[in-house]
C-alpha cells in the first residue's frame, strides 16, 4: 500500500459515498491475509465502490483492462494507485505472475471473472483464470456482490460472501476444473443478491 492510495482514498470515499450511498454487509469473512475478493461487474463504478467500503487500511489492488492505462491522466493515476494492467484478447502472463505475487504476499486483489460488465447473470461466463490463481497461491475465493448499475444517490448494498476454497484432484487444476470453480464462483456472487438492502 503507497501513501498515495491513503492519499487517494482520503480524498475519495467521502465524496463516492455523498454521491452513490451504501451499506457493506460481510466484511466479517474477509480473512486477515490475502485474498481473492471475486465480484459481479455491472458498472465502471464497481472497482472505486468496493474499494471504499474495504477499511482505508486493507492492502487491496484491482485488475484492469490494458486500455485503461493509455488514458492521459487517467493512467497515471492507476499505475500510482498500483492496479495490475491486464491486456484481454488472451493469457496475460505477466499480469497474471504479477497478481499471484501480489495474493501471495498477504494482499487483497479484485477480480472479476466475467472479464467485462455485464448486466445479468448468464449473459458471459466467468473465465478460469481466476480459480487457477486462487489455486496456485492457495488463498480463498471472496464472492462479492455489488448491485447493478450504480447511480447517483440512489442507495445500495455491498456483500462480501463467506470464503470459498476450491479442491481439486491432482496438483494442479485443470482446464475443467478452473472453469467448474468459476462458475461456481459466480453462482455464489449472484446468490448474495438476495441480501436484503436498506431498510
Known sequence: MTRFYLFAY??????IRLLFPHRTVGLENLPEGGALLCANHASGWDPIIIGISLPKSSRMT?????????IPILGFLLRKLGIISVKRGGNDLTAIKTSMKALS????????????????QGDVEAKGGVA??????????IPVYCGG?????RKTTIVFGEPYVPVIAGRR?????????????????YALSEVSGWK
Do not use: C, S, W, Y
Open 10 to 15: 482520503a480524498i475519495a470515499a467521502p465524496l
Open 62 to 70: 484491482v485488475m484492469a483492462k490494458d486500455q485503461l492505462f493509455h
Open 105 to 120: 504476499g498477504g494482499n487483497r486483489l479484485l477480480v472479476f471473472p466475467e472479464g467485462t460488465r455485464v448486466d445479468e
Open 132 to 141: 487457477m490463481m486462487a489455486v496456485r497461491t492457495g488463498v480463498p475465493m
Open 149 to 153: 448499475k450504480h447511480k447517483f444517490l
Open 173 to 189: 487444476p485443470t482446464p475443467d476444473e478452473n472453469r467448474a470453480i468459476a462458475r461456481e464462483m459466480l453462482n455464489r456472487i
